[in-house]
T-cell receptor, first 114, second 113 residues
Framework: AQSVTQLGSHVSVSEGALVLLRCNYS??????LFWYVQYPNQGLQLLLK??????LVKGINGFEAEFKKSETSFHLTKPSAHMSDAAEYFC????????????FGTGTSLTVIP | KAGVTQTPRYLIKTRGQQVTLSCSPI?????VSWYQQTPGQGLQFLFE???????NKGNFPGRFSGRQFSNSRSEMNVSTLELGDSALYLC????????????FGEGSRLTVL
């Protein structure tokens, strides 16, 4: 079975500060890992994904994440927060066997303080 | 290229009624998946369709059903609505299965009174 744990349901950072959103996963097979962002009353937008290859993945809007197999983690970071980054962030896991059945974390709400 | 389109965006129903939600995937995408999003349970997988066949099903009662048409458009139906069915229903499309990326629509927000 696969699962995702996101530590911290709410994270607040100052504008210009480092953003760090934590994600740990459980998977019995090599996982696919994703970060999605959701703005109010909208669907989910893909920020970045890891499937195979380089473990440091760069995404849109300056976000990046590193797949650490030994720690079963896929934390999301951004060096400098912007007001427009305020949103809900979801980490998800899947694998080739489960097709498009993704397992999502419970989400982290990011607040950016001016 | 148009994104995933879901209709209706908002709807209100009463307990016991049924509802049908529609999803048009991105052109060329053959897989459509449905997810339910609620504050208490988060995002939960409902089912996945590929080439008009249900390929995967989540842990939901039989009141939740779906289908996919030959043009890859999909519908999901919820019968005998309950208050707990109030949620944002998200449709996601993908070129194929296990390709590692889902493109989500903006969702259909269902309120059951």
């Amino acid at each position: 079975a696969q699962s995702v744990t996101q530590l911290g349901s709410h994270v607040s950072v100052s504008e210009g500060a480092l953003v760090l959103l934590r994600c740990n996963y459980s998977s019995s097979v090599p996982p696919y890992l994703f970060w999605y962002v959701q703005y109010p009353n909208q669907g989910l937008q893909l920020l970045l994904k890891y499937t195979t290859g380089a473990t440091l993945v760069k995404g849109i809007n300056g976000f990046e994440a590193e797949f650490k197999k030994s720690e079963t983690s896929f934390h999301l970071t951004k060096p400098s927060a912007h007001m427009s980054d305020a949103a809900e962030y979801f980490c998800a896991v899947s694998d080739r066997r489960t097709g498009n059945q993704f397992y999502f974390g419970t989400g982290t709400s990011l607040t950016v303080i001016p | 290229k148009a994104g995933v389109t879901q209709t209706p965006r908002y709807l209100i129903k009463t307990r016991g009624q049924q509802v049908t939600l529609s999803c048009s995937p991105i052109s060329g995408h053959r897989s459509v998946s449905w997810y339910q999003q609620t504050p208490g349970q988060g995002l939960q997988f409902l089912f996945e369709y590929f080439s008009e066949t249900q390929r995967n099903k989540g842990n939901f009662p039989g009141r939740f059903s779906g289908r996919q048409f030959s043009n890859s458009r999909s519908e999901m139906n919820v019968s005998t609505l309950e208050l707990g069915d109030s949620a944002l229903y998200l449709c996601a499309s993908s070129i194929g299965r296990g390709t590692g990326e889902l493109f989500f629509g903006e969702g259909s927000r269902l309120t059951v009174l």
